[in-house]
């Protein structure tokens, strides 16, 4: 008698008392689940459907919404596999394809900074790698409570250096992301990682269990008791014990574990000795079991006595729901299972024969030779609850646009206009990220061509023909703020032109969604609305979504963060050696503005770093105008045309051109018309700055004037400063003290 | 014939697939090599790679000093075979005691991945024949254990035998005692760096072509034999 909650005991005790809401359910879902069981659930079922009808797994509140992702996105003859694997994957010609995707670690990196990051990294390392591909880069994407804040001195560094740790160890080269500070993010700071991998089309793998038969193999890291907060709700109800409040709930990672692990799996992958495979993440085995065999439309039984425990106390319940890292589970037919534990144990690599596929359609599990689990694996992975949660404009929505930051005072004349230049440029969110950067190894791997500092990462992927990939990632919350739907759209075609401005041409879009609690009905307008934008704007772009994450309940107490989608941008290049970089670096060589510039503050770096302010409306959206501007970047990057490229974005033209200078440490002299603080700060989208390569200019006008771009011819670059005809000039040396300086000055 | 170089896979080793490039972009044959091989296959000269070999459990190079593949390159480096060791590679030939002194946390305690300026003081070792006496490269130092020290006694032992290879030529990015970065043992054959000449063989992908030297010159040696 092993004292485990069996089936049959389930059964026969139909009135025993269960712990499902400190699990998280609700009492209307439990009824539910005794419903699809005919019984009530054992304890370890009721963990299973705990974790997968939880809102992070099952999407419960935001699946009616995402939907659109879909029944919107654009033909696109370059989508492989699309939303509901692990991550998309795109044809990028030449017979490759790249996954890629954006995962947030908010909360755990909110609680244990080193460690929450760092196995974000890995987790979405492991879904990458769990689609069949080589992970080739990352990014990350994060944001703090304000940069001097108590609190930011603490997640920051401890964040910073978790995927320093993580990424570096794995031999990961991060090729950018963002780097943004706002009070909103106080309690609640933002850690997206971007992942991506490449493989051949024929390697694409899938997470589902079939043939009768096949072997079920647990591999990587044994099982422990960390990450899991709701077994042990289980456990302490079950036996009363008080051990299990002092297990940490934030997963350890162990990077040395999950390079084996990637090296193992390629390997396994080159020798055709996996059917199916899934990566363990959150909710783990509970996880891996019940989407492969609902992928697999099969059934499988699995025994939990055989699993590899750290902690040989666990019962089935925390096997189940364990969060310990560096795990993958692989179907395999058993004429193959001897190769597959030769290419483990070559790499160190712990394997184990946890089950088998059956024709039964059923998940049975058995632990100390009873039957535990006994469940239609769909109901679990597929069938959750699905939610049309309330959405209501919020009240002040309307007061927010009215608050027109025209009322704000305004640098006039040089010398203001050339210290607001300055203190925008040394503010935490426009500074100069190397304190961050600088902890990141970018070059490893050998194929990174373009990274932070530019537009976009950009990576080699094929030596012989020059084919390459750019990714960027963007978002912005002020934007957001003020209209959700406007914000979507932005942080896309930010994306979107920052690849473009590489001269890549965009393919295709991931997103990382996070917002407040859903059971705000203002958070969920928030949602809807960013959702309904960014689906909009992919149409309009012509680039599907191929797969994300939403983050919910990023919020302290009552007050959410600003709707903050975070888009991640892929683009190709079909010879990475015709990439534009952002910095000056020929005398004489013209520069050029492209696309129209109204008077367009709302939401706007300069309101923000000059007055605090965040109100009126965000700059006007035209996605006609992005793509006929990328397609200005793309074709003047291929004919070579281009000296550099930058795209205008936090900060507009002013922080573009000191970007632009302090890349190489040339200067320029540009002449602006009309108002000079509009020209200089406003921040209308679909604009970028260009150095024309010498001798191209009239090709260069020629193709811009074909698709209708705007061009607005500025100056030249050269010299040692940043010189503003008739208004102000600034050392190049200067430009880079202020950039410099701050995040050092703040961090150490 | 093509001169043969092989490069050790430990298992956390991250660089060793830009070795092979480099050593294929100067003109030799790149053989991979295992921690497991007790076998180094008549190879005319060793690259150890950086990365993490056993995630730096211990101390960074502790284990792989242990290795099997160690066993027959440690006496094969005393009696003369060319070895360099690249970052972890570097710490790891300091562990097996093939070079002087060690590898410890960076000042600052941050991970640097940072393009430094190098001056190559030693020309006459297999690795650095085709610099310049005192000529400054541009390459990538990325590590988080890298700065060198070393008792006074041997440093002075160092510096009347010349035996620093390379020193930072800028600000001192580590904390490494008189800006080494990189030394070699008194015979000359084996050099430990702490930046990666690999990293810089390529303008697309580095900061330019300095470090190919590296590269060319144990070609060159291996040829002139």
Same mark, same amino acid.
């Given at each position: 008698?092993?004292?485990?909650?069996?089936?049959?005991?389930?059964?026969?005790?139909?009135?025993?008392?269960?712990?499902?809401?400190?699990?998280?359910?609700?009492?209307?879902?439990?009824?539910?689940?005794?419903?699809?069981?005919?019984?009530?659930?054992?304890?370890?079922?009721?963990?299973?459907?705990?974790?997968?009808?939880?809102?992070?797994?099952?999407?419960?509140?935001?699946?009616?919404?995402?939907?659109?992702?879909?029944?919107?996105?654009?033909?696109?003859?370059?989508?492989?596999?699309?939303?509901?694997?692990?991550?998309?994957?795109?044809?990028?010609?030449?017979?490759?394809?790249?996954?890629?995707?954006?995962?947030?670690?908010?909360?755990?990196?909110?609680?244990?900074?080193?460690?929450?990051?760092?196995?974000?990294?890995?987790?979405?390392?492991?879904?990458?790698?769990?689609?069949?591909?080589?992970?080739?880069?990352?990014?990350?994407?994060?944001?703090?409570?304000?940069?001097?804040?108590?609190?930011?001195?603490?997640?920051?560094?401890?964040?910073?250096?978790?995927?320093?740790?993580?990424?570096?160890?794995?031999?990961?080269?991060?090729?950018?992301?963002?780097?943004?500070?706002?009070?909103?993010?106080?309690?609640?700071?933002?850690?997206?990682?971007?992942?991506?991998?490449?493989?051949?089309?024929?390697?694409?793998?899938?997470?589902?269990?079939?043939?009768?038969?096949?072997?079920?193999?647990?591999?990587?890291?044994?099982?422990?008791?960390?990450?899991?907060?709701?077994?042990?709700?289980?456990?302490?109800?079950?036996?009363?014990?008080?051990?299990?409040?002092?297990?940490?709930?934030?997963?350890?990672?162990?990077?040395?574990?999950?390079?084996?692990?990637?090296?193992?799996?390629?390997?396994?992958?080159?020798?055709?000795?996996?059917?199916?495979?899934?990566?363990?993440?959150?909710?783990?085995?509970?996880?891996?079991?019940?989407?492969?065999?609902?992928?697999?439309?099969?059934?499988?039984?699995?025994?939990?006595?055989?699993?590899?425990?750290?902690?040989?106390?666990?019962?089935?319940?925390?096997?189940?729901?364990?969060?310990?890292?560096?795990?993958?589970?692989?179907?395999?037919?058993?004429?193959?299972?001897?190769?597959?534990?030769?290419?483990?144990?070559?790499?160190?690599?712990?394997?184990?024969?946890?089950?088998?596929?059956?024709?039964?359609?059923?998940?049975?599990?058995?632990?100390?030779?009873?039957?535990?689990?006994?469940?239609?694996?769909?109901?679990?992975?597929?069938?959750?609850?699905?939610?049309?949660?309330?959405?209501?404009?919020?009240?002040?929505?309307?007061?927010?646009?009215?608050?027109?930051?025209?009322?704000?005072?305004?640098?006039?004349?040089?010398?203001?206009?050339?210290?607001?230049?300055?203190?925008?440029?040394?503010?935490?969110?426009?500074?100069?990220?190397?304190?961050?950067?600088?902890?990141?190894?970018?070059?490893?791997?050998?194929?990174?061509?373009?990274?932070?500092?530019?537009?976009?990462?950009?990576?080699?992927?094929?030596?012989?023909?020059?084919?390459?990939?750019?990714?960027?990632?963007?978002?912005?919350?002020?934007?957001?703020?003020?209209?959700?739907?406007?914000?979507?759209?932005?942080?896309?075609?930010?994306?979107?032109?920052?690849?473009?401005?590489?001269?890549?041409?965009?393919?295709?879009?991931?997103?990382?969604?996070?917002?407040?609690?859903?059971?705000?009905?203002?958070?969920?307008?928030?949602?809807?609305?960013?959702?309904?934008?960014?689906?909009?704007?992919?149409?309009?772009?012509?680039?599907?979504?191929?797969?994300?994450?939403?983050?919910?309940?990023?919020?302290?107490?009552?007050?959410?963060?600003?709707?903050?989608?975070?888009?991640?941008?892929?683009?190709?290049?079909?010879?990475?050696?015709?990439?534009?970089?952002?910095?000056?670096?020929?005398?004489?060589?013209?520069?050029?503005?492209?696309?129209?510039?109204?008077?367009?503050?709302?939401?706007?770096?300069?309101?923000?770093?000059?007055?605090?302010?965040?109100?009126?409306?965000?700059?006007?959206?035209?996605?006609?105008?992005?793509?006929?501007?990328?397609?200005?970047?793309?074709?003047?990057?291929?004919?070579?045309?281009?000296?550099?490229?930058?795209?205008?974005?936090?900060?507009?033209?002013?922080?573009?051109?000191?970007?632009?200078?302090?890349?190489?440490?040339?200067?320029?002299?540009?002449?602006?018309?009309?108002?000079?603080?509009?020209?200089?700060?406003?921040?209308?989208?679909?604009?970028?700055?260009?150095?024309?390569?010498?001798?191209?200019?009239?090709?260069?006008?020629?193709?811009?004037?074909?698709?209708?771009?705007?061009?607005?011819?500025?100056?030249?670059?050269?010299?040692?400063?940043?010189?503003?005809?008739?208004?102000?000039?600034?050392?190049?040396?200067?430009?880079?003290?202020?950039?410099?300086?701050?995040?050092?000055?703040?961090?150490? | 014939?093509?001169?043969?170089?092989?490069?050790?896979?430990? #298992? $956390?080793?991250?660089?060793?697939? +830009?070795?092979? &490039?480099?050593? !294929?972009? /100067?003109?030799?044959? *790149? @053989?991979?090599?295992?921690?497991?091989?007790?076998?180094?296959?008549?190879?005319?000269?060793?690259?150890? #790679? $950086?990365?993490?070999?056993?995630? +730096?459990?211990? &101390?960074?190079? !502790?284990? /792989?000093?242990?290795? *099997? @593949?160690?066993?027959?390159?440690?006496?094969?480096?005393?009696?003369?075979?060319?070895?360099?060791?690249?970052?972890?590679?570097?710490?790891?030939?300091?562990?097996?005691?093939?070079?002087?002194? /060690?590898?410890?946390?960076?000042?600052?305690?941050?991970?640097?991945?940072?393009?430094?300026?190098?001056?190559?003081?030693?020309?006459?070792?297999?690795?650095?024949?085709?610099?310049?006496?005192?000529?400054?490269?541009?390459?990538?130092?990325?590590?988080?254990?890298?700065?060198?020290?070393?008792?006074?006694?041997?440093?002075?032992?160092?510096?009347?035998?010349?035996?620093?290879?390379?020193?930072?030529?800028?600000?001192?990015?580590?904390?490494?005692?008189?800006?080494?970065?990189?030394?070699?043992?008194?015979?000359?054959?084996?050099?430990?760096?702490?930046?990666?000449?690999?990293?810089?063989?390529?303008?697309?992908?580095?900061?330019?072509?300095?470090?190919?030297?590296?590269?060319?010159?144990?070609?060159?040696?291996?040829?002139?034999?």
């Amino acid at each position: 008698m092993s004292g485990a909650d069996t089936v049959g005991r389930a059964a026969a005790t139909p009135g025993q008392p269960q712990p499902y809401a400190e699990l998280g359910l609700t009492s209307e879902e439990y009824a539910r689940i005794g419903g699809v069981l005919g019984r009530r659930p054992t304890d370890a079922e009721l963990a299973i459907y705990s974790v997968m009808w939880s809102e992070h797994c099952s999407y419960k509140s935001s699946r009616v919404h995402l939907r659109q992702f879909a029944e919107s996105a654009p033909p696109s003859a370059a989508l492989l596999a699309g939303i509901g694997q692990n991550a998309g994957v795109v044809d990028i010609g030449q017979g490759y394809a790249v996954t890629f995707k954006v995962e947030s670690h908010n909360h755990p990196s909110y609680v244990e900074p080193f460690q929450g990051a760092a196995t974000g990294i890995g987790g979405i390392v492991r879904d990458i790698l769990a689609m069949g591909a080589r992970p080739v880069a990352v990014m990350d994407s994060l944001r703090f409570g304000p940069a001097d804040a108590p609190d930011t001195r603490r997640v920051l560094p401890g964040v910073v250096a978790g995927i320093s740790f993580y990424g570096n160890c794995l031999g990961l080269p991060n090729i950018g992301g963002e780097l943004a500070f706002d009070p909103c993010y106080r309690g609640n700071p933002l850690v997206n990682a971007l992942c991506v991998g490449v493989m051949r089309h024929e390697d694409l793998k899938l997470a589902a269990a079939r043939g009768t038969g096949n072997q079920v193999i647990l591999f990587g890291s044994r099982t422990g008791p960390d990450g899991i907060g709701g077994a042990s709700v289980l456990a302490s109800a079950t036996f009363g014990g008080s051990d299990a409040a002092k297990r940490p709930s934030v997963q350890v990672g162990d990077p040395f574990m999950e390079k084996l692990l990637i090296e193992c799996c390629l390997d396994l992958y080159a020798g055709g000795l996996v059917t199916g495979i899934q990566d363990l993440g959150a909710a783990g085995v509970a996880c891996a079991t019940t989407e492969l065999a609902a992928g697999g439309g099969s059934g499988m039984r699995v025994d939990l006595d055989v699993v590899p425990l750290r902690d040989p106390a666990l019962g089935p319940a925390e096997i189940l729901m364990s969060e310990s890292q560096e795990r993958m589970m692989a179907v395999v037919e058993p004429g193959d299972v001897d190769r597959f534990m030769d290419v483990c144990a070559r790499w160190g690599v712990l394997a184990t024969v946890i089950g088998e596929v059956t024709g039964t359609g059923r998940l049975e599990m058995t632990w100390r030779g009873e039957q535990v689990v006994d469940i239609p694996p769909a109901s679990a992975a597929d069938e959750g609850p699905v939610y049309q949660r309330p959405i209501q404009r919020p009240a002040g929505q309307d007061a927010l646009l009215a608050d027109d930051p025209a009322a704000l005072p305004r640098p006039e004349g040089g010398p203001e206009l050339r210290a607001a230049l300055l203190s925008l440029l040394a503010s935490p969110g426009l500074a100069d990220t190397a304190w961050v950067t600088e902890q990141y190894d970018r070059h490893v791997r050998g194929n990174t061509v373009l990274a932070m500092g530019q537009d976009a990462g950009v990576i080699r992927i094929d030596e012989q023909t020059g084919l390459g990939i750019a990714l960027a990632t963007d978002g912005n919350g002020r934007f957001g703020l003020l209209d959700p739907y406007a914000g979507a759209q932005l942080a896309l075609a930010e994306a979107y032109r920052n690849v473009a401005a590489t001269g890549a041409v965009p393919l295709a879009v991931t997103n990382g969604l996070n917002f407040g609690s859903p059971e705000d009905p203002g958070v969920m307008w928030q949602f809807s609305e960013a959702v309904r934008g960014l689906a909009d704007g992919c149409a309009a772009l012509g680039v599907p979504v191929t797969g994300g994450n939403v983050s919910f309940y990023n919020q302290t107490d009552e007050t959410p963060i600003h709707p903050t989608p975070v888009v991640g941008v892929l683009g190709v290049h079909a010879d990475v050696t015709r990439r534009v970089p952002v910095g000056l670096r020929t005398e004489g060589a013209p520069i050029v503005l492209l696309g129209r510039t109204a008077a367009e503050f709302g939401g706007s770096a300069w309101a923000q770093v000059a007055h605090g302010h965040c109100g009126g409306r965000p700059p006007q959206v035209d996605l006609g105008a992005e793509q006929a501007l990328a397609a200005v970047l793309t074709a003047a990057a291929a004919d070579g045309l281009l000296e550099a490229a930058h795209d205008l974005s936090e900060g507009g033209l002013a922080i573009a051109l000191a970007e632009c200078c302090l890349d190489q440490g040339l200067g320029c002299q540009v002449a602006l018309q009309g108002d000079l603080f509009t020209q200089l700060f406003s921040e209308s989208a679909a604009r970028a700055v260009v150095a024309v390569r010498p001798g191209s200019e009239r090709a260069f006008a020629a193709l811009a004037a074909r698709h209708g771009v705007p061009v607005q011819e500025l100056g030249v670059a050269g010299g040692d400063s940043l010189v503003v005809q008739g208004s102000f000039d600034i050392p190049v040396d200067e430009l880079a003290a202020a950039h410099t300086g701050t995040l050092p000055g703040i961090f150490g | 014939m093509t001169a043969r170089v092989g490069v050790i896979t430990f #298992p $956390g080793s991250l660089d060793d697939a +830009d070795a092979a &490039r480099a050593v !294929a972009r /100067a003109g030799a044959e *790149p @053989v991979p090599l295992w921690h497991g091989d007790r076998d180094l296959r008549g190879l005319a000269a060793v690259i150890l #790679p $950086g990365g993490f070999s056993y995630g +730096d459990y211990l &101390r960074c190079g !502790a284990i /792989a000093r242990f290795a *099997p @593949v160690m066993g027959e390159l440690v006496p094969a480096a005393r009696a003369g075979l060319p070895v360099l060791g690249i970052c972890n590679g570097f710490q790891i030939l300091c562990e097996a005691h093939l070079l002087p002194g /060690a590898l410890t946390r960076n000042a600052g305690l941050r991970f640097i991945d940072r393009v430094v300026r190098v001056r190559i003081e030693d020309t006459r070792t297999p690795w650095t024949a085709d610099y310049a006496q005192d000529q400054e490269i541009s390459v990538v130092l990325k590590s988080g254990e890298g700065a060198y020290v070393a008792d006074p006694a041997t440093l002075a032992r160092l510096a009347a035998a010349g035996q620093v290879v390379a020193r930072y030529a800028g600000a001192n990015p580590n904390g490494s005692v008189g800006d080494i970065a990189g030394v070699r043992n008194e015979a000359g054959n084996v050099v430990g760096l702490m930046p990666h000449p690999e990293h810089a063989i390529d303008a697309l992908t580095g900061p330019g072509t300095d470090g190919l030297g590296f590269f060319t010159s144990v070609l060159r040696a291996m040829v002139d034999q």
